[in-house]
């Protein structure tokens, strides 16, 4: 029996190690935690340093300037790292043949039958955006995802995708109410679709294992745009004006003459002689007069004035202004089509290049519900990856809600949830000083539309914002 098995086995080795993914999973080539918590619909919010991979026409509505350095960020499906563990363990301490590895690995893969798993990581990423124009270096954005089929045999359908990516993006505004913006991008991918038989595990457990690696280097850009149409009528504002401060400035007066010299008489002038006695008080006189000058009395000129500074008025009015609560984004992304040249900078034996990024075009609506003072409600919906070859009604509709509060630049707080792919989603985000934190979870569409496989992910984000 265990002959036949194993007979069976490598039948289906044969044709599985030579088989493309069967994956129908449809994804974008960068994905925040932020976005992915409120449903991943962010094409129309496009507020925060990720604009540059969303919607690069939010440069030009970009109030501050951002600098964000990730020092780490990953997110996994439960079971993930212990599937792994268990597959290397399994070809570690089971003794006898590859074979008989093999059946041990099955029997690990046929647990886990109709499930998937996965997960990202995001390593020390550093954007730099500005109103107007952004740049981003993200040297590991790793993506794997993993199900399980029995196509002649127990064996993972595994795909991953590892880019390393510098962009450029700038953004300005057309007019009023519409802004647009476009994104150059480099990336240099690793990607592995392909069907991995339990045989094959059996000689190499690694499930990452850079044997396996498409590489390839390609150029391309995004093309987007907002518009905030002016469909809700007008509002009171009041604005302020505060006029140009006066310094206080001393009047020009004319100098004071001085006081004239005063001729008065002097006292006697003494001739001492030698007869004269030592206690004698009349002494020998000489009528004189002389000239002396008195010095004048000191006089305040009561003339010399003054001007004290006149308080500051601020001035007030009520103008109005057209309201606008919403705002509607599109972009168009891999203009050129997201086909890659060969590399084997990893993967020195690597003799193809992954496949191509389709070119796709997102949609997207944000409305603002409600703004009290530093609190601020929106609401979002996108159709995202349109034209995608695997794209349908549910895997491209995403929907989200964030409460925002934002007291100052050192400080925010954030609570967000939504829907993505028909998946719930929620998430945080708090900002202490400059240390910047993100949670989510997320789930995200593995299967087809007759048959859905949730991957369920758990993520979080440390890093530096300021």
Do not use: C
């Not at 590489?215 to 007008?234: V, Y």
């Not at 305040?300 to 500074?309: L, M, P, Q, R, S």
């Not at 028909?422 to 202490?432: I, R, V």
């Amino acid at each position: 029996m265990k002959s036949v098995f194993t007979l069976l086995m490598f039948v289906s080795t044969l044709s599985a190690q030579a088989a493309d993914s069967l994956t129908t999973k449809v994804s974008s080539q960068y994905s925040s935690i932020r976005a992915l918590g409120m449903g991943n619909a962010f094409t129309a919010v496009a507020d925060d340093y990720s604009l540059i991979f969303y919607n690069p026409a939010g440069f030009a509505k970009k109030k501050n300037n951002e600098v964000q350095i990730t020092f780490a960020g990953a997110g996994f499906s439960p079971k993930t790292t212990a599937l792994m563990t268990d597959i290397e363990n399994a070809e570690k301490n089971t003794a006898g043949s590859d074979n008989d590895k093999a059946i041990a690995i099955s029997n690990i893969l046929e647990e886990y039958y109709g499930k998937s798993l996965g997960g990202k990581v995001q390593a020390l990423e550093m954007f730099w955006v500005r109103k107007g124009w952004g740049i981003a270096l993200i040297p590991l954005d790793l993506d794997i995802d993993m199900t399980f089929n029995r196509q002649l045999g127990p064996a993972i359908d595994l795909n991953v995708k590892g880019d390393t990516t510098v962009a450029f993006g700038y953004g300005t505004e057309w007019n009023q109410y519409v802004s647009v913006g476009a994104t150059a991008k480099l990336t240099h991918r690793v990607a592995v679709d392909q069907t991995v038989a339990a045989l094959e595990l059996a000689s190499d457990s690694n499930i990452l294992s850079t044997k396996r690696f498409k590489e390839g280097n390609n150029i391309d850009f995004d093309l987007g745009a907002l518009w905030t149409p002016a469909w809700f009528g007008t509002e009171d504002v009041v604005e302020t004006q505060k006029p140009e401060e006066r310094k206080p400035q001393a009047e020009e007066t004319k100098p004071t003459a001085a006081a004239p010299a005063v001729v008065s008489p002097t006292a006697p002038v003494v001739a001492p002689t030698a007869e004269t006695d030592e206690k004698s008080t009349t002494p020998e006189t000489a009528p004189e007069t002389a000239v002396t000058a008195e010095k004048p009395a000191l006089e305040i000129n009561n003339d010399v004035k003054t001007e004290t500074a006149k308080p500051v008025v601020v001035e007030t009015k009520i103008v109005k202004r057209d309201r606008l609560p919403l705002t509607l984004g599109v972009v168009l992304k891999n203009v050129l089509g997201g086909s890659f040249s060969k590399s084997t900078l990893v993967n020195k034996d690597a003799v193809e290049a992954p496949k191509n990024i389709p070119r796709v075009i997102d949609i997207g609506a944000a409305y603002k519900i409600a703004n009290y003072g530093d609190l601020e409600i929106r609401g979002m919906l996108d159709a995202r990856n349109l034209l995608h070859p695997n794209a349908n009604t549910t895997n491209t509709l995403h929907a989200g809600i964030e409460f925002d509060y934002s007291p100052s630049g050192w400080f925010k707080s954030q609570i967000r949830a939504g829907m993505n792919q028909m998946y719930y989603t929620a998430g945080a985000t708090l900002l202490l000083g400059v240390i910047n934190i993100d949670f989510a979870t997320y789930g995200e569409e593995m299967g087809t539309a007759s048959n859905k496989i949730e991957n369920r992910v758990y993520a979080a984000k440390v890093g530096m914002n300021f």
